[in-house]
């Protein structure tokens, strides 16, 4: 990835600008989902950095004057990201946060709402996806038309929306469903806003916004949004407005757009933010004795019933390591939870085997996959970046790998069938082991077929049988496949275990079972190899 000199030396020695004025009326509301439950992430930090979420939401602030002083916080920011212990952006929190934000704003005020999310278009509507969002549950999203629904009625002198959507991150192994890149409609939807709302969208029709971990060169300090960071620079280095001055949305989006072309150039993609909409035709005049805008009261999360103890039966290795815990923080009723209580402890029932056989064998199943998960694939690494040529020497680096895969697959396909011979003890036990026992059939099915793929996947490079390289390529990749290299059977187990996933999902819904299901139901386990061109 090749950045100018002048975006390198922007984006490590740019200066947080301060608010010029500490009762400036501009607020903004900053929202950010990186670790979605049933789509792929966004990219909120480096692997294993720390996160840029808050850093980059004071930066942007700090850009548009906004005042964040302790008398006068006017800097908002719902993130999933920022601690162990953050409130979630799920739809209900989402929802009561925008009307807690417009709720306090006066007319004076220039408001600025960004959305960092994934968007996507269901029956001909356009929805922001929540942290919990299922993109194929309407009732689970959050629709563009009710939040432009709510800025309508917003008395404001100015307001923005940015639309921080259709993200995409190149250097990212991408494990679950991708929303794929902005589609005509829901470009159309989101740049028709009310008439006094201004829009900036990140991204065209039939483009991504792009991601990155780190860019090439001294400038590892951020990772992110690259529309994120042009924005953000743009407006710390753009015109020093008056505090009752307008942002000045269109030549922020003049200078954002012409460095997040640089970004996506250096990466041969193509993206081209978009303006859309109009100001207020009369601002209230800026009056600086008025009181600050007040703070609102974030949304009391949901009180939760306890379900340590079955996640903690259930813990299981992530595929490949993109699981933050983020199941324990989610809110579980009691009352979806009734009936589903232990009985007797799992160190109880492996001292009466004989009296608990499905039991014993679902336990065993899970602490199967925990032992033998294999550590290329627990870290998301593996085999996933090929030089070209093809050596002795790899091929048999590629077969020591294999060896652990082949004992896993054994091993699992054991496991597999001595839950299978259990399956008549199902129809007596409680609800939390026929629970625990058909998602443990279900995710031994699924680790079979990822083993059996990534085994595929890695024979090929010791036969040679990879894609032809162009002239200009250095290797090879291996990324996400929306079906399966694998031969036929392994198809078949893939269908059984997508159908045991919606099965458990079905009949244990507000549960943890029906949560860890979709989520792995929502996991791609296709790959393939494809040649690795560098930026041109």
């Known amino acids: 990835m090749r950045f100018t000199l002048a975006v390198v030396v922007a984006l490590v020695f740019s200066p947080l600008v301060s608010a010029q004025d500490t009762k400036a009326p501009r607020r903004v509301l900053f929202v ?8 792929n992430p966004l990219t909120h930090a480096v692997p294993g950095g720390t996160d840029r979420v808050r850093s980059v939401a004071d930066r942007l602030a700090a850009g548009f004057r906004v005042p964040t002083v302790k008398d006068n916080d006017q800097l908002f920011v719902l993130a999933d990201s920022l601690t162990a212990d ?48 299922d993109p194929d549950a309407a009732d689970t999203l959050l629709a563009v038309a009710d939040v432009y629904a709510r800025l309508k009625e917003l008395k404001a002198s100015q307001k923005v929306v940015i639309w921080d959507v259709g993200r995409y991150n190149p250097e990212r192994f991408r494990t679950r469903r991708d929303p ?68 000045p949305v269109a030549e922020l989006h003049k200078v954002a757009s012409k460095s997040v072309a640089v970004v996506a150039g250096a990466v041969n993609a193509k993206q081209t933010p978009a303006l859309a909409g109009t ?26 019933a306890d379900v340590k103890s079955v996640l903690d039966e259930l ?12 199941v324990a923080r989610l809110p579980f009723t009691e009352e979806a939870l009734k009936g589903y209580a232990t009985d007797v402890s799992p160190d109880e029932i492996l001292k009466n085997m004989e009296k608990y056989p499905l039991r014993v064998a679902t336990l065993r199943t899970l602490q199967a996959v925990r ?21 002795e020497r790899l ?26 011979a259990v399956v008549d003890q199902r129809a007596r036990e409680t609800k939390r082991w026929q629970a625990h026992y058909d998602y443990a059939v279900a995710e031994v099915r699924l680790r079979l077929v990822v083993l059996n793929e990534y085994n595929l996947l890695l024979a090929r490079v010791r036969t040679e049988t990879l894609p032809e390289l162009p002239a200009d390529a250095t290797g090879w990749r291996l990324i996400p ?13 893939l269908a059984a275990a997508q159908e045991g996933f919606a099965k458990v999902a079905a009949d244990h819904k507000g549960t943890p079972w029906e949560v860890l299901a979709k989520r792995s139901q929502a996991f791609v386990p296709g790959l393939r190899w494809e040649a690795v061109v560098p930026p041109k």
């Open 481 to 493: 496949a929306a079906g399966l290299q694998s031969r036929r059977d392994v198809k078949e187990v």
């Open 32 to 39: 950010h989902v990186g670790n979605y439950l049933y789509l």
């Open 180 to 247: 794929g890149p902005m589609t005509d409609s829901l470009f159309t939807a989101l740049t028709t806003p009310p008439e006094g709302v201004q829009v900036l969208v990140s991204c065209s029709p039939g483009e991504r916004a792009q991601e990155y971990f780190t860019p090439r060169g001294p400038a590892g300090m951020f990772a992110g949004s690259a529309y994120l960071d042009a924005l953000r620079l743009a407006a710390a280095d753009g015109p020093k407005t008056a505090p009752g001055d307008a942002i």
């Open 395 to 420: 091929k048999k680096t590629i077969s020591d790998a294999q060896q652990p895969l082949a004992l896993a697959l054994v091993k699992l396909e054991i496991e597999l069938e001595a839950l299978s």
């Open 86 to 133: 953050a409130r979630l952006p799920t739809k209900n929190t989402l929802a009561k946060t925008i009307d807690g934000f417009c709720a306090t704003t006066r007319e004076q005020d220039r408001v600025v709402l960004y959305f960092g999310m994934h968007a996507v278009e269901k029956n001909g509507k356009a929805y922001l996806v929540p942290i919990d969002g």
């Open 371 to 391: 032992d033998v998960w294999p550590s290329a694939l627990k870290d998301g690494k593996g085999a996933m970046l090929l030089s070209a040529p093809v050596t």
């Open 279 to 304: 100001a207020p035709k009369v601002a209230a005049e800026y009056d600086p004795k008025a009181a600050p805008a007040q703070r609102f009261e974030w949304p009391a999360p949901p009180k939760s």
């Open 315 to 326: 813990a299981l290795p992530p595929v490949l390591d993109d699981d933050t815990g983020l």
